[in-house]
């Protein structure tokens, strides 16, 4: 897997149907990445999210599993 397999095109989700997704199905059937700073993430961040600053995506791709969906916010 290469980088730009991480920026196919694809769809953009509402809030509600994130929540819905979230909601059906177990914490370890999705990649949930928050790409804020660590100080925003400190504050207050959805349950389960892993950060991974915007700026540190190239270098930490092999921490996500790609068979999985992935939502970053």
């Known amino acids: ?3 730009l397999d991480y920026f196919k095109p694809v769809s953009t989700w509402s809030a509600e149907r994130i929540r ?3 909601d059906q199905r177990g914490s370890g ?3 949930l990445i ?8 400190e504050q207050g961040h959805l349950p389960g999210a892993q950060l991974i600053p915007v700026g540190e ?3 930490r791709l092999a921490e996500l599993d ?3 969906p992935t939502i970053v916010y």
């Open 57 to 59: 995506l190239p270098n």
């Open 1 to 3: 897997m290469s980088i």
């Open 29 to 31: 059937e999705y990649n």
């Open 66 to 68: 790609p068979t999985k």
């Open 20 to 22: 819905k997704f979230l």
């Open 34 to 41: 928050d790409v804020r700073q660590p100080e925003e993430y």
